[in-house]
């Protein structure tokens, strides 16, 4: 039967389709994102999907049984946490990130810890030889002989070595590099890295395999990554982090099968990834002492609170506008405390230039830190530093009140490990289950009330 080929337009950024190209993706609105491809598309049979469909049954609800199944633990206690407690059977899980950033080293890390036992693993690389994969695993120690390796791109020929291998888990690095015969498109376009996904997503279900596939991400959002794929796959993590840093953290952005609010800290170093048990502590290395400015926050990440230290620097402006700058936390956010600072404290700062960085390059958008810039900011302006032993925690209000945040409890037990003295917070969170941790709590109900204790 003859095969008719038609055009497409794709927008590179989100995967948008549309039968004409436009300088303006309607979807995620960016410019100039459309590409051209073609696709064949062969009419199928209705006689043999007459039949599929006459065939296909349905099924209640009482009659299928769920099962308790064990997650798969990968010996990283910082993926099994993001992961929501260990790897599921039969899912498929897509590692996203820079290139650089570290995510074949993190699943190379992982073939390792579970090539020691008696899971069968399958590592397919389509960007290095066997030889450059085994010069990155010597520097990472012993591997078990559970674990194959093998380098192809053609999808047709991966397929049909894992359903002749049947392996337990298989890592594909990266989705970008892996083509079909079927699309008459380049490696890395759309319509390849879609095709590709679902004939693995097919595999990882019917074979009951676990499948791990990374995508590459630019900031120009020009290759087809994790953003076309993310409605396809179980789970989407990204590996995050400064490359100029030693540290990773590793984020769930969607998980089928547990929270997308857990984050895992990593530390990159020549033998692999070092897990960062303790992140609170790693962040408050090297913090000043007595310093204006300066003052430590918590914030809270899925279930575990992290302690870091909140930096502000106010100085007057040389200009007519005042400039305004915010790293690891939003500029919106930044604009409204300083508004709130000027209306119900009556602190000028339009002829200051406010800066706000957290400490070591994380990103934190909870509500929670509001009181500690408040603090920085005012503690830089009057050129008064805050007592190192003390953490602030608390929301702001556009009335100036502190406001309640949630899991008050978690956060002065991260501060009483880390040896903090005393905790200002929100005078509603203060209960008597807190009281018995023995650190001085300083409940508070306005940023006024909050200037006159510090």
Known sequence: MAKTRSSVFFCQNCGFESAKWAGQCPACREWNTFVEEVIDRTPGKTKSASKAVSEAKTSTLSQISSGNEERIGTCMEEFDRVLGGGIVQGSMVLVGGDPGIGKSTLLLQLCRNLSRGSLKLLYISGEESLAQIKLRAERMGDFGESLELLCETSLDIISGVIRRKKPDIVIIDSIQTMYSDAVASAPGSISQVR???????????????????????????????????????????????????????????????????????????????????????????????????????????????????????????????PRRTAAGCDHNRLNLLLAVLEKRLGIHLSDYDAYVNIAGGLKMNEPAIDLGIVLAIVSSYRERPIDDSVLVFGEVGLAGEVRAVSMAEARVAEAKKLGFKECILPAVSVTKELEGYGIILHGVSSVAETMDLV
Request: proline letters at 3%; one cysteine or more; a positive charge.
């Open 195 to 321: 095709e590709a996904t679902a004939v693995l997503m097919q595999l990882a279900k019917g074979q009951c395999i676990t499948v791990f596939v990374v995508g590459h991400v630019t900031k120009e959002g020009t290759v087809a990554g994790p953003r076309v794929l993310e409605h396809m796959v179980d789970t989407v993590l990204y590996f995050e982090g400064d490359r100029y840093a030693s540290y990773r953290i590793l984020r769930a952005v969607k998980n089928r099968f547990g929270s997308t609010n857990e984050i895992g800290v990593f530390e990159m170093r020549r033998e692999g990834l070092l897990e960062v048990k303790n992140p609170s502590e790693y962040m408050l290395a090297g913090r000043p002492k007595a310093a204006s400015g300066s003052v430590v926050v918590c914030s809270i990440e899925g279930t575990r609170p992290i302690l870091v230290e909140l930096q502000a620097l106010v100085a007057r402006s040389s200009f007519g506008m």
